[in-house]
């Protein structure tokens, strides 16, 4: 790399401190139960896990948070919680890590989402889900947009992270996509297929290869000009400044608009793949905070690239620093 180029993005990620993020969509809470099996239940041909071990943690939009919390921005949370003790801890969690919680709605008619994930022996045993996929009520939606709006004043870039619970919905994608662009503020999708087609005038949305051919209702191809093909399809059907599909091993391809797409296919950098993830979470994160930052693009996509990179590297749903991705950047 250049030493101009290397200069640059140096300095892009030292302008990440204290920019004002907004995270609006489906927050949860991860609840992991580890222990050991020594014995089957003689009630049922099950293991029995003795515990030894439980950590609760953000998942969903609140992994978000996070994550831009640990690059040294300010996130503030737009969500839904339930009137519940899974509502208070995760609540609390985000809080710990830095992020704003102050404009999260509760709702007193549906759960906390709440993943429980009992571990024995580093082996899965059973998920356990507790959640409400039935889209938030117009009365909560209302109070929703309106603390978005609320906190749209000084914020930097949005994130819309859906994960299918309800949060985002026809009741609010579009006004929280027009007020950004009346600001204009670069908002940045991380979607789920119900709502795919609902994203339309984003900045930039970041679907993985198999949400990007399920959100078009198409069937996979794995060939390179298929999703060359595919993403410039995406562009143009959702009116998108850009599209980010993230392609795993093969890293990442974006897509700029105008009368002839940009097309830019970046390598992934991982040397070890352990654990993807959360992997999605710290690409969107990385890129609109970039962008946030006044970044191109492309600057943006490469930057979330390298980030990716780090994090794919590490177990479990990991985050990375500014200061981590500088010294990826360095070496």
Not at 18 to 47: N, Q, W, Y
Request: contains cysteine; glycine residues 8%; proline residues 3%.
């Amino acid at each position: 790399m250049k030493t101009s180029e290397l200069k640059k993005y140096n300095a892009l990620i030292d302008k990440f401190k204290g920019k004002e993020i907004i995270v609006i969509g489906d927050v949860m809470l991860d609840h992991f139960v580890k222990g050991s099996v020594s014995r089957i239940s003689p009630e049922a041909p099950v293991p029995v896990v003795s515990v030894d071990q439980e950590d609760f943690v953000a998942g969903g939009a609140g992994n978000v948070a996070v994550n831009l919390a640990v690059l040294g921005a300010k996130p503030k949370v737009i969500s839904v919680l339930g009137d519940d003790a899974n509502g208070i801890i995760l609540k609390q969690f985000l809080q710990s890590k830095g992020a704003d919680v102050s404009k999260i709605v509760v709702d007193e008619t549906r759960p906390t989402t709440q993943k429980v994930r009992i571990i024995a022996e580093r082996q899965q045993v059973v998920r356990v889900d507790r959640e409400s996929k039935a889209r938030i009520n117009k009365e909560v939606s209302n109070e929703c947009l309106s603390n978005f709006k609320e906190a749209l004043k000084t914020a930097k870039g949005v994130i819309m992270s859906d994960y299918g619970k309800g949060m985002l919905s026809d009741h609010n994608i579009q006004d929280i996509i027009k007020a950004c662009r009346a600001k204009n503020i670069p908002v940045c999708v991380d979607p789920k297929i119900d709502n795919f087609l609902k994203y339309k005038n984003i900045t930039c949305m970041t679907p993985n290869t198999k949400e990007a051919w399920e959100g078009m209702g198409l069937p996979a191809k794995k060939d390179e000009k298929s999703i060359l093909d595919l993403g410039k399809k995406i562009l143009k059907t959702l009116k998108a400044d850009s599209i980010l599909i993230t392609r795993s091993a093969q890293g990442m391809t974006l897509f700029e608009k105008g009368k002839n797409p940009k097309i830019t296919t970046i390598k992934a950098t991982a040397k070890e793949v352990f654990d993807v993830t959360g992997a999605g979470d710290t690409v969107i994160s990385v890129l609109t905070l970039a962008l946030a930052c006044k970044a191109s693009l492309k600057d943006a996509a490469f930057i979330a690239n390298e980030a990716a990179g780090l994090v794919v590297g590490k177990l479990g749903t990991a985050t990375v620093t500014a200061e981590e991705i500088k010294g990826v950047l360095n070496k």
